[in-house]
Nanobody, 122 residues
Framework: QVQLVESGGGLVQAGGSLRLSCTAS????????MGWFRQAPRKEREFVAA????????YYADSVKGRFTISKDNAKNTVYLQMNSLKPEDADVYYC???????????????WGQGTRVTVSS
């Protein structure tokens, strides 16, 4: 089992950047596909980005494509989400997640962090 801890959230102006980090416990991080999701109050959790266990392949929600970049450092047990050109509608609680079977199916993510809040001022 893997435990996930996110960090890096905060307040940023529209057009600015933030980098979220998610550090995992355990020695098998390299075998997990990783993802980022976000959730606004009274809304369902939304997929943002995912990356394969090797860190080679990634894919993104259309709403963040070209602005966000997910990366994975297996040596540091950490996955990152670099967020550029932030918009007020990007403001949410962001969750890190891990999956054993697939990074292409959001339903495969079964391990979750506690979330980190991102606020974007206009």
């Amino acid at each position: 089992q893997v435990q996930l801890v996110e960090s890096g959230g905060g307040l940023v102006q529209a057009g600015g950047s933030l980098r979220l980090s998610c550090t995992a416990s355990g020695r098998t991080f390299s075998s997990y596909h990783m993802g980022w999701f976000r959730q606004a109050p009274r809304k369902e959790r939304e997929f943002v980005a995912a990356i394969s266990c090797s860190g080679i392949s990634a894919y993104y929600a259309d709403s963040v494509k070209g602005r966000f970049t997910i990366s994975k450092d297996n040596a540091k047990n950490t996955v990152y989400l670099q967020m550029n050109s932030l918009k007020p509608e990007d403001a949410d609680v962001y969750y890190c997640a891990a999956a054993r079977t697939s990074y292409l199916d959001p339903k495969s993510f079964g391990y979750w962090g506690q979330g980190t809040r991102v606020t974007v001022s206009s």
